[in-house]
């Protein structure tokens, strides 16, 4: 199994992992702007984008476990590795199973809690629908929970991009996607343990992980940020991706020991 991935730039690398249930194509504002500044891997996680699902059973540990192994692949021994929801959820698999390879972390629009049972059923019940009737219960359930406010009133632009990420899903993925997300732990202890510096990033209209939960993870982590993106919703980096690329490229600038760029 290897991930098809898109990587941009030079330097420090830094990996992002996207969101449920888009593909590293949400990442284009952030391999553009952030190439300046570090070696930016966006991977596809398995089944979505141009990487295969395989035969593995649903599992955040099987997916954090490409992302080992493109870094091997990569010849990168340590990286900052990153991501948004889904993404963060796999960031934490990694940081419970592979310390080791961390420069630092990245935790956006995610949280650290596992889900309670109904939440767990709901996913079960949109797997299933997926596979029956493709991602039509994707448009109607989870693309209006995407983004915030500010984004379905005046950026029609950015929403349209979306949905279109949201149709194209394959059902497959997705389910798989779901299933694995319902057999998370909860990760405050990985949070916890972690050596490593972190940036926690929210979306100030983030709905479905909210301020208070980007909060929670901030205060367990020993040594956290948090980077509050104004006018954003869910998918904070696609939403406003220079005032996401501001909270990355200072957290990059202080790992790499100079001081984090003005404005
Ligand atoms: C995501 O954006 O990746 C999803 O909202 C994650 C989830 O369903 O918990």
């Known amino acids: 199994m290897q991930l098809y991935t898109r990587s941009a730039g030079e330097g420090l690398p830094v990996v992002l992992l996207h969101a449920f249930p888009l593909s590293s194509a949400m990442w284009l504002a952030q391999r553009e702007g952030l190439s300046a500044v570090c070696k930016v891997i ?10 295969v699902l395989g035969e593995d ?12 192994r ?18 963060g959820y796999v960031t934490m698999a990694l940081c419970r199973r592979h310390p080791d390879r961390l420069l630092g972390v990245i935790l956006a629009d995610t949280k650290a809690g596992a889900d309670p049972e109904a939440a767990r059923s709901n996913r079960e019940r949109i797997a299933a629908e997926v596979l029956e009737e493709g991602t039509s219960v994707l448009l109607r359930e989870v693309l209006p929970g995407l983004v915030g406010q500010t984004t379905v009133r ?22 798989w996607a779901q299933r694995a997300m319902a057999g ?17 990033i929210v979306g100030e209209e983030d709905e479905i992980t909210s301020p208070a939960e980007a909060g929670a ?3 367990a982590v020993p040594d956290g940020r948090l ?34 760029p003005r404005g």
């Open 42 to 51: 966006t991977p596809d996680l398995r089944g979505f984008g141009g990487s």
């Open 57 to 68: 059973e649903p599992s955040l540990d099987v997916m954090a476990d490409d992302v080992v």
């Open 70 to 87: 493109l870094l091997d692949r990569e010849g990168v021994d340590r990286a900052v590795v990153g991501g948004l929801s889904m993404g």
């Open 154 to 175: 005046r950026r029609a632009m950015v929403f349209g991009r979306v949905r279109g990420l949201v149709q194209s899903a394959p059902p497959t993925a997705v389910a």
């Open 184 to 200: 998370r732990p909860d990760s405050f202890d990985t949070l916890r343990a972690l050596k490593t510096p972190v940036l926690v």
């Open 217 to 219: 993870m901030v205060e």
């Open 227 to 260: 980077a509050v993106i104004e006018k954003a919703g869910h998918l904070s980096a696609v939403e406003q991706p220079e005032a996401f690329n501001r909270a990355v490229s200072g957290f990059v600038a202080e790992l790499a020991g100079g001081s984090p």
